[in-house]
C-alpha cells in the first residue's frame, strides 16, 4: 500500500512568519505533488517534482516555494505567510512514467494563518 | 485538457447501486479518464481509470460510451462509508513534460448515502 506522510498535520502560523509543510513518500514514486483545498473547492495545484532536484509550477504558484532534496522528501515553504493562505494542503506522490499516473495522496495540513 | 462537468450532489439509501456520470465533451484522443474519492479529513483516493468501453475492479465499475464524451461510475451496493466526494478527471497518459501527470480537480460529486 502507497504510504504519503505529511508533517505537520496542523498548523497555526502568524502572518509574515515562514512555515514549512514536508511531505515524505515511501513508494519510491518519482513525482511529488503540492495542493491546497479550499471549504467546498477541489483540489489546486501548487509546485510538482519529477524527482530529487526539481521543482516546477503548477496552477498557483504564488507566495510557495518547494523544496525536493531526495526522492522521499517533498517540502512546501511559505516565506512570508499571509491569511489568503489559510486552507488545507495535500501532498501526493506518483510514477506516470510507468504507465499508471493514478497519485496517492496524504491526510492532510491544516493551516491557519492568523 | 478536456473540462469535466459533474452533478454537484446526489443521493442514495445504503445497499442501492449508485451512477456518478460525468460528462468530457472535448475529451482528447490521448486522454483518459480518472475517478477519485475523498471523504471527510482525507486525501483523495484513487478508484479507477479507464479509455474506453468498461472496466472493472474490486470497488466499482466504469463505463465509457463510444464517442468517450460520457462516463458513468458505479459503485455497488452502496454504504455509509462510501459517503464522499467523488472526482471525474481527465487527464493526458502521453509524455507532454509538464503535463504529464498532472490532475485537475474540479468541484465534483457530494454523494449523501442515507442510512
Known amino acids: 500500500e502507497a504510504a504519503v506522510t505529511q508533517s505537520p498535520r496542523n498548523k497555526v502560523a502568524v502572518t509574515g512568519g515562514k512555515v514549512t509543510l514536508s511531505c515524505n513518500q515511501t513508494?519510491?514514486?518519482?513525482?511529488m505533488y503540492w495542493y491546497r483545498q479550499d471549504t467546498g473547492h477541489g483540489l489546486r495545484l501548487i509546485h510538482y517534482?519529477?524527482?530529487?532536484?526539481?521543482?516546477e509550477k503548477g496552477d498557483i504558484p504564488d507566495g510557495y516555494k518547494a523544496s525536493r532534496p531526495s526522492q522521499e522528501n517533498f517540502s512546501l515553504i511559505l516565506e512570508l505567510a499571509t491569511p489568503s493562505q489559510t486552507s488545507v494542503y495535500f501532498c501526493a506522490s506518483g510514477d506516470p512514467t510507468g504507465g499508471a499516473p493514478e497519485q496517492y495522496f496524504g491526510p492532510g495540513t491544516r493551516l491557519t494563518v492568523l | 485538457l478536456a473540462k469535466t462537468t459533474q452533478p454537484p450532489s446526489m443521493e442514495a439509501y445504503e445497499g442501492q447501486e449508485v451512477n456518478v456520470s460525468c460528462s468530457h465533451t472535448?475529451?482528447?484522443?490521448?486522454?483518459?479518464i480518472y475517478w477519485y474519492r475523498q471523504v471527510p479529513h482525507q486525501g483523495p483516493q484513487f478508484i479507477i481509470q479507464?479509455?474506453?468501453d468498461y472496466v472493472v475492479n474490486e470497488v466499482a465499475s466504469l463505463f465509457i460510451s463510444a464517442d468517450r464524451k460520457l462516463s458513468t461510475l458505479s459503485l455497488p451496493w452502496v454504504s455509509l462509508r462510501d459517503a464522499a466526494v467523488y472526482y471525474c478527471i481527465v487527464t493526458d497518459r502521453v509524455d507532454r513534460g509538464s503535463a504529464l501527470g498532472r490532475l485537475h480537480f474540479g468541484a465534483g460529486t457530494q454523494l449523501i448515502v442515507i442510512p
Open positions: 517534482s519529477y524527482g530529487a532536484g526539481s521543482t
Open positions: 513508494n519510491n514514486h518519482n513525482n
Open positions: 472535448n475529451i482528447a484522443t490521448s486522454e483518459y
Open positions: 479507464g479509455y474506453k
